[in-house]
């Protein structure tokens, strides 16, 4: 998967010394003045050929680490210039969360003024991509001649939450990746705070003619920690050099956060790229064949073959036809009462979601699912999270739930239901199963959404989750083809995902009671904007400690149409006006279920869940193929969610007591 980078110039307020000004000419470094910069020997014939065999011979692809690299007065000035002089902006997509400086290239647009504070920075930058350096790279990975003109670095600092999921860094002419460690000097960075760069294994399959597709598997197979002055590098190979950086964890208290320095991951990362125009080496067509060859090499084979889990739509025989009475009869309110919470079956109520629906193509429930139900959800879900999980997906896959792959789309748990089985099959000790194969596949329910939101179901495909903390994530993906609904159905008894405070202990015991009337209607919020957000809005600032983010929050978002060089996925994390692509969110939440009217060109993600989550995030996805309800005028009244301009989301229609008072 392709990503770009979202690089930036300015610091948080846009004043950031790396702010590019007027170019002015500046004097390269001697070979003498190169030599000082890195530690003495390095460049000696036999330890470079030492690199050069540790190169050849390591796994799970090509990959060298070498300690020690700079002269370690140098980079100790490197570092407290960067921690002085250097702003940092937060950045956050689908695929990561890090806090970046702008491009280093543009270290030769800086003023005199601003340069005299940054002067062993220029120096590193300018010795690594000396001739020298770029030689010595080039003999241990056998990439060909580097470009020493494109420069392409910048500085990366993870804070406890920050990581980097799985990708492969191909991108445009990049030849060589590395990074190159700036963490604390005196203070050892220890394993077991994450951080570390990992390396994914791939695994090549064969189909009955004979193509072969390589695809990464789910777990790591080389870990390397973060450690001070050492650089970590491999040649970018298409679909074939995939790593992440893993998540920096949180400690357990703030005094022994404090005792660990904040456990600052700071790195500069970077690539060496193919010979530009007039240097030496360059090679006309070469970037644009190599460009081409990457392409063409990522979709080699049949890659969707091996992605999982497979879609599994079922047609529904024999649909709702217009002219049927639209009303629940007396046994489908039965059947749905096992299940659903009395108030999302009155009349009443299931107008007013309709009419929510229809002004927003978006609506989300809470307390769906009946007291009793949940009741044995909540229990079979804390049964298995006390459960030691195997560490190897290989393992996991033998159960009743597989993992999702390959890692540079989304890795989770996930079950299907069994489509030979009836609903006596299903069994009573799991009522994920259950929800799976009796209660939403049902034409009791398929008949309750088409009232709530005014579409004919004619299709469904349905998956439970488990998304593990530390582990699991869904990378943003696209929808093509005809509008469909989507449901979620939050089945995440933990707390501290961000979602409404007031839904977690008292709901169920107002589910069973149909509500007031005044108490029975759904009340508006922003898209960007939950209960707990509004609250801390009012109240003055807290010195206790701020509520970690910890992710497993579902997101739609809009793809960017304009060009096809930036990362559509790309978004800032709750910064209100500036979430203008965003279209709906959905924090990991306990008994609550979204409907969404998705459009072709809609992406979607569910953000990496934190270490530090107190639970791991469940919940049920399910995708429903529609055609639409004609209106009186005989046009569709339905706008999906991408289509319209309505800022507005619906997001939390209430139980029997919901109120906006807190």
Same mark, same amino acid.
């Given at each position: ?48 050929? @030492? ?10 692809y090509k990959h060298s680490v070498i300690s020690g690299l700079i002269n370690d007065d140098l980079l100790r ?7 002085? @002089? ?50 010595? %790279? &080039? ?13 392409d670095m910048a500085i990366n600092v993870y804070t406890p939450g920050c990581h980097l999921l799985c990708h492969?860094? %191909? ?13 604390? /000097? ?6 077991? =705070? ?31 920690? /973060? ?65 081409? @060859? ?69 609506? &989300? ?17 804390? &049964? ?5 999980? /195997? ?9 009743? =739930? ?27 000790? @799991? ?84 509500? *007031? ?33 910890? $992710? ?21 994390? &709750? ?26 060109? %809609? ?21 429903? $193929? ?16 991408? *289509? ?19």
């Amino acid at each position: 998967m392709k990503r770009k980078a979202d690089t930036q110039s300015t610091g948080r307020n846009g004043k950031g010394i790396m702010k590019k000004r007027a170019k002015t000419v500046r004097t390269a470094l001697s070979e003498e003045d190169v030599q000082k910069c890195f530690r003495k020997g390095l460049f000696a014939e036999d330890i470079l050929e @030492n690199y050069t065999k540790e190169y050849a011979d390591s796994e799970p692809y090509k990959h060298s680490v070498i300690s020690g690299l700079i002269n370690d007065d140098l980079l100790r000035k490197v570092r407290n210039e960067i921690r002085e @002089n250097v702003q940092f902006t937060p950045k956050e997509t689908d695929i990561y969360k890090i806090h970046q400086s702008g491009d280093l290239a543009n270290l030769d647009g800086l003023d005199d003024g601003a340069l005299e504070k940054l002067p062993s920075l220029l120096k590193l930058r300018d010795a690594m991509y000396s001739e020298s350096f770029r030689k010595y %790279v &080039a003999t241990i990975t056998g990439s060909g001649k580097l470009s020493g003109r494109k420069t392409d670095m910048a500085i990366n600092v993870y804070t406890p939450g920050c990581h980097l999921l799985c990708h492969d860094d %191909v991108i445009g002419s990049r030849r060589i990746s590395y990074i190159l460690y700036l963490v604390d /000097p005196d203070l050892p960075w220890k394993a077991e =705070w994450g951080g570390a760069l990992r390396l994914f294994p791939t695994k090549t399959f064969e189909d009955e003619d004979g193509v072969k597709t390589i695809t990464p598997t789910p777990d790591v197979s080389k870990i390397i920690p /973060p450690a001070w002055n050492q650089l970590s590098f491999f040649a970018v190979q298409p679909g074939e050099s995939f790593h992440d950086v893993e998540e920096v964890y949180h400690a357990e208290t703030k005094k022994q956060l404090e005792k660990e320095g904040g456990r600052i991951r700071m790195a500069i990362s970077g690539w060496f790229h193919i010979p530009q125009i007039g240097e030496d080496g360059y090679i006309k067509g070469e970037e644009e064949k190599w460009g081409k @060859n990457s392409s063409l090499k990522q979709l080699q084979g049949n890659p969707d073959a091996y992605d999982f889990p497979k879609a599994q739509p079922v047609t529904i025989e024999f649909p709702s036809k217009p002219e049927e009475e639209k009303g629940l009869e007396q046994e489908e309110l039965d059947f749905l009462l096992k299940y659903m919470a009395p108030t999302y079956l009155t009349p009443d109520t299931l107008e007013e979601v309709a009419e929510r629906f229809m002004d927003l193509s978006s609506v &989300a429930l809470d307390g769906l699912l009946s007291s009793k139900f949940s009741d044995r959800v909540r229990e079979y879900i804390e &049964a298995q999270e006390a459960k030691n999980l /195997p560490e190897s997906s290989i393992e996991i896959e033998e159960g009743q =739930w597989s993992v999702a792959k390959p890692p540079h789309k989304h890795r989770y748990l996930y079950m299907q239901p069994s489509l030979s089985s009836s609903q006596e099959d299903s069994s009573d000790d @799991n009522p994920i199963k259950e929800l799976l194969e009796v209660f939403l596949p049902s034409k009791e329910f398929r008949k309750w959404l088409e009232l709530a939101t005014g579409c004919d179901v004619e299709n469904y495909d349905i998956l439970a989750r488990r998304f593990r903390k530390g582990l699991d994530y869904a990378l943003a993906t696209g929808h093509e083809g005809e509008p469909r609904l989507e449901i979620s159905l939050g089945l995440t008894p933990t707390p501290g995902w961000g979602a409404d405070e007031d839904e977690e202990d008292e709901e169920d015991a107002e589910n069973e009671e149909e509500p *007031e009337n005044e108490e029975s209607k759904p009340k508006s919020k922003s898209k960007a904007k939950s209960k707990t957000a509004e609250k801390k809005e009012r109240e003055p600032e807290s010195e206790e400690k701020e509520e970690e983010d910890v $992710g497993g929050y579902e997101v739609y978002m809009a793809g960017d149409d304009d060009t096809d060089d930036t990362d559509a996925a790309i978004y800032r994390a &709750a910064t209100g006006e500036e979430d203008d692509n965003i279209l709906f969110t959905m924090p990991a939440s306990w008994n609550k279920m979204s409907i969404v009217l998705r459009d072709s060109g %809609v992406l979607k993600f569910v953000k990496y869940v934190s270490q530090s989550a107190k639970g791991d995030r469940w919940d049920i996805s399910g995708a429903f $193929g529609v055609k639409f309800t004609e209106g009186e005028d005989g046009e569709e009244d339905m706008v999906p969610l991408g *289509e319209s301009d309505e800022e507005e989301v619906f997001n939390g229609f209430p139980d029997s007591e919901d109120s906006d008072s807190d």
